[in-house]
């Protein structure tokens, strides 16, 4: 959402050696709440990239094979092993849950509380989705003889990694789903229009929150893109 | 300084305070200051006693609740030191240390001092309290958040003080923990006092991430009027380019942290190669423990940056103040610090040159090493400049900033020694580097922290600490740590191994044991000294010289609260406008030595600033 | 909380939204052909990061509004990127080398 006092100032680099160089804040325009999002996403970015950098570098050192993603992870369809699949549902699902995010954003600076109330709810139901696929694929897994400790297919760390990894991605959305529960309940009674004060902060509510929100939301969604195209598709 | 800067013929002129965006006109209005971005802020006001004294949200509480858990545990860590240093220079009087005990001991102590005494005491207890003071704002951005970020800190230190009471007692494997020993049976603690110190380090990080976030939102973000990133002293550039550190490297920590106590608690091999464990083979296996090393050290390179950079930061404003001089070079110092912060991510395996990493790695890490140390030696050098031809005030303040000086060159040089790969490999875990790194991150920061209390107790109490206490104390503090850590690199020099519970009987380790037993007195006779520092600072609060606002006569915000001490809210009704650096002393044609942010140019008009 | 002056902020159309989210998909279903025709090799590696960027790039840029936002918040975000790309680097190295180490001391001996 773009803000018209900003567009006085200059842009580009000269913009930001201007933002750096004055008083008072660096990041024009930019809510508190959002900025310490931003900063905060910035070091989980680190957690799951040296997570990653594990992975990598423990699956370069094994000198036992590591098992085949599309063939460990492929879902039977009719019959016939469709590799992947259940990933790539969830891929759409999360990727669909960050676009209804979006726009529960823009509805929520348009001050549509229906429209934003729903759409934030249909991102908690794609999250809900996504965590409900995730648990199946565990249990499908573990059925299967894999542990973190050991598994049929190949390299123990393999299970470790995997289980590790996705459990991390998944606490990370199953969080988000209870905020966007407890978001959605605040649009529907208009706490955001209204200021009320929050339970445990005494802040008061805005609809700046959603976009706080949203941001975590893209988060997650991004981790899952790395999480699949490094895990399963390498 | 020219002839000319003597007999008041500079050519540098009054400059009217107009921030750079600014494009109205007006030029005869000097004292224009930007209008505010941002509405005042919306403070929460606790009522109850819980809520103004335990559940606070005032960061001057939590800075004050930070500094006193802090220095509690540092005190545990102190005694832990003495244990340490009796077993190695008087064994017989301590038979009941064993090898057990004293591995725990060393492990603990470091521990404690890194990561829970210095890193929270800096970040958590200075950054809590002086960030928003002078910086202008009232609170931190968002107090709730900071509040809970205290308790986290404090559950963290009751786990870990937990693991000493555990069956096994705590984790024996060094501050470093490396796998695969630290959670094998070989190892003291590998029970249940390594799984308390993973869950005590998992509740720091997360503690400090939700502190670091408020801390760097609130220098971004929150700053009063006039306040631009080069106006802030010294001491916030320190604390928020370590806040930063703190942020992108404990991610590192944690991960590892997670790793091991999976591969403890569930058998998974992330750091476990195949291995035996009294003869018998084990179940794990393919794992890397290389793997931990990059990680820990990740993390643990700017982890020592978290706790010097504030330091570098709090002797810059405590030397300016105290010698009545602007700090010398101040732009070239600001960089100085984010170029250490910058480069400190880059430097991490030099802690790893015999770990057996990849050969090649020694190359890349050596030079990034001896890169960055030129910014540190310049940093050096302008804090030497700034003393020169100062208007010094020998105050115990000024002494403990001497004596920082004097130790931090010492084991910078230390330091340089053992960045060069082949320097490292005989000096690698001897105690040459106990002695680099004691004298760098131990005593040198220690002197900061001891003369940053000095100077900022008359705004925390509204009373001065005695000066001659202060100065016995500065003197045995001093003299003492010298007694004890230089010596000890003569001791690495022979090759005297660190980590080791007993000196046995080679020839070369036996012509080492009296000057292990000189330093374990020089280091109980400098503990035992620290009790006339915990004596002044009890006498003080209560009988101690009413120090009125701004004893000092400094310049930077914190002093200009309209209350001493400051009480919530800092400010009052209005807040503070910002027109000049902090660093405004002895300025030709000004009345007095020294000119406060908040003078408009206005009331100095005869004054020659700078620019700023 | 909300202490940002009350701003006219104006939003974006809901095309937008769409067309990414469309290209999204498009660009997960890349993805997920280049595991169905399996390729291997240097191809497999550079179509998958390269996917994985674009679709990173399209996220951070248009759903959590990097593309709008000023440049100094972008380049505090991206820089430290920098410290990661080395420790990627070098990580992999080591992986290899580990590999290496014990490939030679198992199998030819030391």
Known sequence: MSDHTLDKLPGGFKGMATDMGSDQTVFKGVNWGKAMMWIFLLSDTFIFSCFLISYMKVRASVVDEWPYPSEVFALNFMGVPVPLLLIAIMTFVLITSSGTMALAVKYGYERNRKMCGWLILATALGGLTFVGMQAFEWSKLIHEGVRPWTNPFGAPQFGSFFFMITGFHGTHVSIGVIFLFIFARKTFRGDFDAGKRGFFTSMKSDYVAIEIMGLYWHFVDLVWVFIFAFFYLW | MSDDFYKNKTSIEAQPSRTISDSSGSVSDIDYVKPAEVSDQDLYHGHSFITKWIFCQDAKVIGIQYTLTAVFTGIIGLILSWLMRLQLGFPELVPFITAEHYYQFVTMHGMIMVVYFLTALFLGGFGNYLIPLMTGARDMVFPYVNMVSYWMFFVAVLVLMASFFVPGGPTGSGWTLYPPQAILEGTPGSGAGIILMLVSLALFVVGFTMGGLNYVITILQARTRGMTLMRMPLTVWGIFTATVLALLAFPALFVSVIMMSLDRILGTSFFMPTILQAGEILEYGGGSPVLFQHLFWFFGHPEVYIVALPAFGIVSDLISVHSRKNIFGYRMMVWAIVAIGALSFFVWAHHMYVSGMNPWFGFFFATTTLIIAVPTALKVYNWVLTLWRGNIRMTTVMLFCLGFIVTFVNGGITGIFLGNVIVDIPLSDTYFVVAHFHMVMGIAPLMVIFGAIYHWFPLVTGRLLDEKLGKWHFWFSFLGAYSIYFPMHYLGFIGVPRRYFEMYDSPYITSAVGLNQSITIAALIVGLSQFIFIFNIVKSLRMGKPAGKNPWKANSLEWQTPNVPPAHGNWGDKLPVVYRWPYDFNVPGAKEDYIPQTTPPSEVLEAKVEKT | ?110
């Not at chain 3, 399996?38 to 959590?64: H, Y």
């Not at chain 3, 936002?69 to 420790?87: D, G, S």
């Open chain 3, 1 to 110: 909380m909300s202490e940002t002056q009350k701003a006219q902020t104006t939003t974006h159309k809901i095309g937008i939204y769409l067309w990414i989210w469309g290209l999204l998909f498009v660009l997960s279903f890349c993805s997920y052909m280049v595991d169905w025709f399996q390729f291997q090799g240097l191809v497999r590696w550079t179509l998958i990061v390269t996917f994985m960027l674009l679709k990173a790039g399209l996220i951070m840029a248009f759903f959590m509004h990097l593309f709008w936002e000023r440049y100094a918040l972008v380049n505090v975000l991206l820089w430290p990127m920098t410290a990661i790309a080395c420790f990627i680097t070098l990580m992999a190295a080591e992986g290899k080398y580990t590999v290496f180490t014990r490939l030679f001391y198992f199998f030819v001996g030391g």
